[in-house]
């Protein structure tokens, strides 16, 4: 089955500061990648999607960046903010596999003001 | 604002008794999706539903735990009987599908004592 990783547990970075936050995964039948936001106490939050023929995509201040030779992807968020003090998930989905989808553990983003 | 909900935000019981907890998917979503969250397992996978039709169960511990769609807009999660280990968060998540986001309630907060 698919595994997810994060590569760090906790991220904190300076207000202003871009952030980067990275994840793996194993399977190369993987076709389609969320990332969520989840805040204290709520449930995780759709940011941004991108499907395994892309490998760029961006948002209002953020931008994923996939990397399937490597089996990697990344959440970059640029000016980082303290509203964005959150625990940040990648989901990796098998459409092959009942569109299931496997989480990453989380990194937690610290941003000092 | 379409939003997935989820009743009770809270709830404290004792080992053994029964609970139910409830969601209601966005409007028009046809996949349903509950997941537990514990800081040492994180985001699991219990069952999720299309088009009200069980497809996966297999994250879920059958002897004591059972899912059902009695209709469209009601999702339901029953715990019979309940256990200290079940005490986590439960989200309920709706989508539409294969190869789309899910989109997460607030989620329930479960105390087994």
């Known amino acids: 089955g698919e595994s997810v990783g994060l590569h760090l547990p906790t991220l904190s970075v300076q207000e202003g500061d871009n952030s980067i936050i990275n994840c793996a995964y194993s399977n190369s039948a993987s076709d389609y990648f969320i990332w969520y936001k989840q805040e204290s106490g709520k449930g995780p939050q759709f940011i941004i999607d991108?499907?395994?023929?892309?490998d760029k995509r961006q948002g209002q201040r953020v931008t994923v960046l996939l990397n399937k030779t490597v089996k990697h992807l990344s959440l970059q968020i640029a000016a980082t903010q303290p509203g964005d003090s959150a625990v940040y998930f990648c989901?990796?989905?098998?459409?092959?596999?009942?569109?299931?989808?496997?989480f990453g553990d989380g990194t937690t983003l610290t941003v000092k003001p | 604002d379409a939003r997935v909900t989820q009743t009770p935000r809270h709830k404290v019981t004792e080992m053994g008794q029964e609970v139910t907890m409830r969601c209601q998917p966005i409007?028009?979503?046809?996949?349903v999706f509950w997941y537990r969250q514990t800081m040492m397992q994180g985001l699991e996978l219990l069952a999720y539903?299309?088009?009200?039709?069980?497809?996966?169960d297999s994250g879920m511990p059958k002897d004591r735990f059972s899912a059902e769609m009695p209709d469209a807009t009601l999702a339901t999660l029953k715990i019979q009987p309940s256990e200290p280990r079940d005490s986590a968060v439960y989200f309920c998540?709706?989508?539409?599908?294969?190869?789309?986001?899910?989109?997460f309630g607030p989620g329930t907060r479960l105390t087994v004592l």
């Open positions: 998540a709706s989508g539409l599908g294969p190869g789309t986001a899910q989109y």
């Open positions: 991108i499907r395994s023929n892309m």
């Open positions: 989901a990796v989905t098998d459409n092959t596999n009942a569109g299931k989808s496997t």
């Open positions: 539903f299309r088009n009200r039709a069980p497809l996966d």
């Open positions: 409007l028009g979503h046809n996949t």
